[in-house]
């Protein structure tokens, strides 16, 4: 059966409210909180160690350092997201991806085996 216009926008527009909008992050702010303290942890850590990597690795340069750690953030999702050789796969197209932006692949390579223990090729 096909709603009627004026119903759906009725719906959308209780939905939308900012009461009810605000009454649910009120209620979930402090589940919120907490699952993104334990996830900058993390975070914290696996960028300490692409950190350490690249301290190792000669002839990187500093303005490169933001983008190397993009590229550990991003691989660090992708590996949380997917398990097995679709994470390994996700890694690699994010390796792909970085190394078209002008990353080296010799250092790209090291962090993901270093910092998360998967090889890329």
């Not at 009627?4 to 009461?19: F, Q, W």
């Not at 190397?68 to 997917?82: D, G, I, M, N």
């Amino acid at each position: 059966m096909v709603r009627d216009p004026i119903r759906r926008i009725a719906k959308y527009s209780a939905k939308i409210d900012s009461t009810v909008v605000s009454e649910r992050y009120k209620a979930v702010k402090p589940l919120m909180t907490e699952q993104v303290s334990n996830l900058y942890g993390q975070l914290v850590e696996v960028e300490a160690k692409a950190k350490a990597v690249l301290e190792g690795v000669s002839g990187i340069k500093v303005i490169e350092i933001p983008a190397y750690l993009s590229y550990s953030r991003e691989v660090w999702r992708a590996l949380r997201t997917h398990a097995g050789n679709v994470g390994v796969a996700e890694a690699q197209a994010i390796k792909n991806k970085w190394k078209g932006r002008g990353l080296t692949d010799a250092t790209l390579k090291k962090i993901a085996t270093d910092v998360f223990g998967i090889t890329l090729t």
